[in-house]
């Protein structure tokens, strides 16, 4: 018989200790976007299937658990992803003209896990700028991304760039159904040239041999871009995302000369969701990507608005063993009791910000996540405080 307290695989509590660390990252991130005019919102947890999966690909759809609706009997999704949830507000609810900046920070939950040790319910924090086309908007989500990491504590790091328009290039023109292009992307991903050799057997040359040469072109940015006008077909989708990629790597070098920087453009991560630039951020000691961002333009077509928009995401539960604690915040001893002075005294010092803690009868401070350093005595018929 199976255990009433057992959770399901890869979903679990949260406890104290953690619960205030992740708690403290969250605020922290949503204070950084908002120190740079990101306004929040807060997405439902539950939406029509269609409008969750908008413009995602099969990928998301996969990760997606699905439901009836007792009420209209329409399939409901939960969502596994925030961004076609904010595409939406953008275009329908807020209908801005001009530029929007918007932010957000929930969970998410997918129907298997992105990793061996991966949670099924990622607290998902991200920040998404809508209504510009230049490279400005890459420029000021990349400094986002990198400034959210640094606020959160996180130290060296290393900054992965790459463009969709490259792969999207090289198949111009190449008649390739769902499954062959999904057998490609696969190989790429996985670096694989025997498997792409095969899934791109019978392509037009130029593009079987840009393509074929694409799991080799990563490392140093000058010497990757380098290598790709020389062995890439002269095309213009891939020409103006070698540019792009070049400028972005200039401002960075520029910006946050403290990051390492380098250039994939063999990496697939997201294929198709992004339309452009693509990013991830990485950093000692975790296995994966910290953070993944780009442009993906393409997101809101389905609700008839299609906005250019650039944005990353992050998940606070994955960064938190990262990054360490805060130091436990001070807190009051105080006794419990009816006494009016003693109530007073412990209102007015929480009205002052000051934590609290009252004892219960016949218990000690029991709590570990309150460093109580001082406590609240009754001297002379006054409740005064008194260093412990």
Known sequence: MTSAWLLPEHI????PAQARHIEELRRGLLDAARRCGY???????????????????????????????????????????????????????????????????????????????GSREPLQFGAELYG????????????LAVDCL????????????????????????VPVDAARLDAVVAALAAKDASALAEATAGFPEDSRRGLLRLPGLYGAVDEVLAAARAELPARAAIAAALDDLQALA????????????GV??????????????RFAVYAAGSSDALLRGGRY????????????AVGFSL???????????????????????DDAALRAAVRRLREQGDTVVCVLPGHGHEGEEFDCDRELVEVQGQWVLRAL
């Open 39 to 117: 306004e929040l919102v807060i997405p439902p947890m539950l939406e029509h299937l269609e409008s969750l999966l908008s413009g995602t690909g099969h990928e998301l759809d996969l990760k997606t658990f699905k439901l009836a609706d007792q009420l209209s009997g329409r399939t409901l999704g939960v969502r596994a992803d925030s961004t076609p949830q904010v595409a939406r507000i953008d275009a329908h609810l807020l209908n801005r003209q001009g530029v929007a900046r918007l932010c957000y920070c929930g969970p998410v939950l997918h129907t298997r896990p992105s990793g061996l040790h």
């Open 297 to 308: 333009d393409e997101v809101g077509a389905v609700f008839g608005r299609n906005r250019p």
């Open 132 to 143: 510009h086309a230049g490279l400005e908007a890459e420029h000021e989500v990349l400094d």
């Open 264 to 277: 994939d453009l063999g990496d697939l991560g997201g294929y198709a969701y992004y339309s452009g630039s």
């Open 315 to 337: 998940d606070v539960k994955a960064l938190a063993p990262l990054v360490a604690p805060q130091r436990l915040r001070a807190a009051i001893r105080a006794p419990w009791g």
């Open 250 to 261: 200039v401002h960075v070098t520029r910006v946050h000369p403290g990051v390492r920087l």
């Open 150 to 173: 640094a606020q959160a504590g996180i130290g060296e790091t290393v900054l992965d760039l790459g463009d969709t328009r490259i792969v999207r290039g090289l198949l111009a023109g």
């Open 12 to 15: 679990s509590d949260v406890l």
